[in-house]
Each structure stands twice: as C-alpha cells, then as structure tokens.
C-alpha cells in the first residue's frame, strides 16, 4: 500500500478518534477515566444517586477471581492480604465481601471496590474518592488531595466508614425481600426501607420502598408523600414524583396546594380537585403527619419485641419513644380540638379526620372519657363512621370492668374480654358496620 495513503489514513483515525472523545460529556469522560483503573473488567455498572462520593453498582456476568487486597468478615473484621499475608486468597465466599483499593496519583484519586458473591457471579460497588481535579471539576468532592501519602491516615478513616456501608448491603442481600401479603409486612419493609436512607443507602431504600409500595391495600397513603419528600432531598425527582402520581391514582381526594407545588406535571391535577373538595390543606396535612407519627413509633415498637425481644434496651428505648409520641399527638389534636372542633369530613376528608380518633384510642382513660362525647356528635352529623365510636365505647368500658357491647378488645393476656351479651354480639357488630365474630 501507498505509504502516503497509510499515513493519511492513520491521521484520518487519530482526528476521527479524537472528535470522538472531545465530544464526551464530562460524566462519559469521569466513567471512562475510572472503568480503566480498575484491576479487572467489570460488565455493566449503574451511577447511584443521592450519595456523598461518586458512587456506581457494577455486575459480572461469571465470578470474578482478581485477589483482593482486603477481606472483610460476617462479624465486621478484617484480613488485609498482599502486603502482611505472603499468599493470595483464591477463592470468594458468599458471606465474605472482598475489598481492592485503588490509588491514583495522576488522577488525584482514590477508588474503593467491595464485592460480593451472589448465585456464582460478582455484584460489587465502586466508591470514588476523588479530589478537586480540572479534568473532572463536577466529581471533585475533596478539596484536599486524598492520594496523597501524606494524607493516608484521613483516607483510612474514610475507608472504615465504607466498611460499615459494605457491612450494611451484605445484611440486606441476606434478606429474602417479597412483596407484603400482611399489613405486618407492608410495615417491616417501610422500617428496613428507612434504616437504608438513614445510612445513606439510598438506592437500595429506593427499592424496598418500591417493593412496599407494591400492594395497595396496605399502603398508608401519607407515606407516599412522605417519602416522596424524602426522595425530593436526594435528587431522585422522577421516583419522588412517581409516588405521588400513585397517590393521586389511590386517593380520589388528595391534593397538595397547587401554588406550592413543585411539579408543573401534577398541577392541572391538583387544581381539578382543589376545586372539587375545597379542603383546609395545612390541618389534613398536619392530621395525616399525627396519623403516620402514632402508628410508625408504635408498629415499630411492637415489630422490635417480636423479631428482638432478647434486646431489652431497644425495645425499652422504642417504648418510651412510642409513648412519647402519644403524649405530644395528645397535646396537638387537643389543640386542633380547641381551635377547629372535630374534623369535619368536608374540610379534611375521611382519612385525616380518624386521627383525633386514633389519638384518643390510645390515650389514657379520662381524655377517652372526655373525648367520648364528640365522637358521638361527629357520628350524628357523619363525619366518621360508628365503627370508631364502638371501638371507643368498648375500650372505655373494658378499661373500668364492664364487659364489652361490639367484641372489638383484647384483654391483657391476649384474649378476647368478656362481652356484654355474645347472642346479640353479631347483631349489634352488623348495626356499626364490624363483620361478624365467629
């Protein structure tokens, strides 16, 4: 061949090659830049969001047998290989999670990989330590050089607090996750899901969240928006929107202030049912937030005494919180009481006018007792159903030693207390709306 020609040829390639790469983003540039530090190959990754260094989660396809530079243990300890064990380690175990530190000095960066072994193949994440650097402006999260020898010791401490985060994912992926079949378990997730975004695991909480969020009919809809917030505080937009959108799909009525709202998508909606319900938003949602607050201190409590009931201290700790938030519930809706009366059901809709109810069930004998009459005012004009009313009438009575009209209390022991007359139980059960007892 011409020689000229192969050189134009090869000239023609490098400006091909290098159109191609000044036209990367800074994000493709940042990727490319890491995935060629790596020891081994990796198949596919996924950016996480939300997390305080560059982050992304990575698969192989087939197990991946690079020696590791670090073991990290089920109890949270630690082998480091390499440097203080003559051998290497050949073999992976699902229960440990295997550990290679990356330093780049041309870079400016320091790259942490844990792995795990799940079904035969390698999952692993990527934490990316990187320091201010002109290629990668936008991913230079340290304003002091974490490569650099001088500055080991900081990087070290930052490496341990990815080991409490490797040991967290490990716990996680030991758990068989389902969809819930119970409220019981739509209330197990919605824990689980919580304690992953309180560390930071916001990924993983997005999808366990996702997974409670599955079966409507345990779906306390408050939530929905609570945790749409929360997804809000993380940059995850579209999965904040996409709860509230499921909102809006199981709850005829709810709406969220059209001025307020952030989501241009959602406002044509909101103002269709502003329009319809009129209601006083800032009370529902104030009712809503008491509603969620009693039941998750108190589901939370009581989910703890059955799945830890040896830890005495937490459950200790989870009770007093729990009676806590019934105290403070007491002192807000008996305030809402005093300046708004009893929820009328046109001014904040069916499910936040239970809350007064549901505080009250749980409050001490003689706010029930005062409370008493208007529940049943709230009945006569139909603002809340009688079921709610019967359930308080019985509690009151089984609280002073008469036996219960409705069967809808529990003694100490766990069994049903006595009733008032169990031939006509089913009939009066039937006149509040409670199925019947069998």
Not at 165 to 180: F, N, S
Not at 326 to 346: K, M, T, W, Y
């Amino acid at each position: 061949m011409n020689r000229k020609i192969v050189i134009t040829a090869l000239l023609a390639l490098v400006v091909l090659t290098g159109c191609k790469t000044n036209g990367l983003t800074e994000a493709q540039r940042f990727e490319r830049s890491v995935l060629k530090e790596l020891p081994f190959a990796v198949d596919s990754i996924r950016w996480l969001t939300g997390v305080d260094v560059p982050t992304f989660w990575f698969l192989n396809g087939e197990y991946t047998s690079y020696a590791p530079d670090a073991e990290i243990r089920p109890d949270g300890s630690w082998e480091v290989w390499k440097k203080f064990v003559p051998e290497k380690l050949t073999r992976q175990w699902e229960e440990n999670i295997w550990r290679n530190v990356v330093v780049s000095r041309k870079n400016r960066r320091v790259i942490c990989i844990d792995r795990y072994l799940r079904h035969g193949r390698t999952e692993g994440y990527c934490y990316i330590y990187q320091s201010e650097h002109r290629k990668y402006p936008t991913y230079g999260t340290f304003h002091w050089d974490v490569s650099d020898p001088h500055n080991v010791e900081f990087t070290g401490m930052m490496l341990e607090d990815m080991r409490k985060l490797a040991m967290k994912r490990q716990r996680l992926a030991d758990g068989e996750l389902e969809v819930p079949t119970s409220q019981e378990a739509y209330w197990h997730l919605m824990f689980h899901a919580d304690s992953l975004f309180d560390a930071r695991l916001y990924d993983e909480a997005r999808r366990v969240y996702d997974l409670a969020f599955t079966e409507d009919r345990y779906i306390l809809p408050s939530q929905l928006s609570t945790i749409a917030k929360k997804m809000s505080t993380i940059g995850a937009t579209s999965t904040a929107l996409a709860y509230l959108r499921h909102r809006i799909a199981i709850e005829k009525d709810f709406y969220e202030d059209p001025s307020m709202c952030s989501y241009e998508e959602l406002k044509d909606t909101f103002l269709q049912r502003c329009g319809h319900y009129h209601y006083d938003i800032a009370l529902k949602e104030q009712l809503e937030y008491i509603f969620e607050r009693d039941q998750y201190d108190r589901l939370l409590w009581s989910q703890a005494t059955k799945d830890y009931p040896s830890d005495t201290q937490r459950n200790e700790q989870l009770a007093r919180r729990a009676l806590s938030t019934d105290s403070l519930n007491l002192a807000l809706v008996g305030n809402i009481l005093q300046r708004h009366g009893f929820p009328r059901r046109e001014r904040v809709g069916d499910f936040a006018n239970q809350t007064v109810w549901l505080v009250f069930q749980h409050a001490d004998l003689e706010y029930q007792k005062w409370f008493l009459p208007q529940m049943e005012s709230a009945v006569a004009r139909g603002d809340i159903a009688p079921v709610f009313l019967a359930m308080l009438r019985d509690r009151i009575d089984v609280r002073e030693g008469r036996p219960q009209k409705y069967g809808t209390q529990m003694d100490s022991n766990g069994q049903l207390a006595p009733l008032l007359d169990a031939s006509r139980v089913n009939e009066w059960r039937q006149e509040v709306g409670l199925p019947p007892m069998e």
